[in-house]
C-alpha cells in the first residue's frame, strides 16, 4: 500500500503565496507520476499541474505562470509553490500519483491523498 499526505494548506490574502507539499509513502517500486488537483465548491476536481520523475511539467491555464511544481524523487515527495494567489484559487487541493508500482502487488495503482484546504481571502 502507499499513503499520500499533504500538507501547507491554510488561510492567505489574495497576492500571497503557499507552498503545498505531499510525501508518498509505503512500499514503493517507482512513481512516475505525480500531480495536484483542486475541487473549488460546487465544482468539479480538476488538474492543477503534474510532474514526471525526469522532471517534466504541465499546468493548467489559469494557474501558469503562478504555480510551480517541483519534486524530489529521493524523497518520493511533490510540492506546488502557489504565488499571486486569487480567491478563485480557493479548493481544496488533492495530490495524486497514477500508475504507481509498488514491492509485491502486480498491478499498478492510483492513489489520492485525503486533500489539503486552501482558502484564498481578505
Known amino acids: 500500500q502507499v499513503q499520500l499526505v499533504e500538507s501547507g494548506g491554510g488561510l492567505v490574502q489574495p497576492g500571497g503565496s503557499l507552498r503545498l507539499s505531499c510525501a508518498a509513502s509505503?512500499?514503493?517500486?517507482?512513481?512516475?507520476?505525480m500531480g495536484w488537483y483542486r475541487q473549488a465548491p460546487g465544482k468539479q476536481r480538476e488538474l492543477v499541474a503534474n510532474?514526471?520523475?525526469?522532471?517534466?511539467?504541465s499546468y493548467a491555464d489559469s494557474v501558469k505562470g503562478r504555480f510551480t511544481i517541483s519534486r524530489d524523487n529521493a524523497k518520493n515527495t511533490v510540492y506546488l509553490q502557489m504565488n499571486s494567489l486569487k480567491s478563485e484559487d480557493t479548493a481544496v487541493y488533492y495530490c495524486?500519483?497514477?500508475?504507481?508500482?509498488?514491492?509485491?502487488?502486480?498491478?499498478?495503482?492510483?492513489?489520492w491523498g485525503e486533500g489539503t484546504l486552501v482558502t484564498v481571502s481578505s
Open positions: 509505503g512500499s514503493i517500486r517507482s512513481i512516475n507520476v
Open positions: 510532474i514526471t520523475s525526469g522532471g517534466s511539467t
Open positions: 495524486y500519483a497514477p500508475a504507481v508500482r509498488s514491492w509485491g502487488v502486480l498491478r499498478s495503482m492510483d492513489y
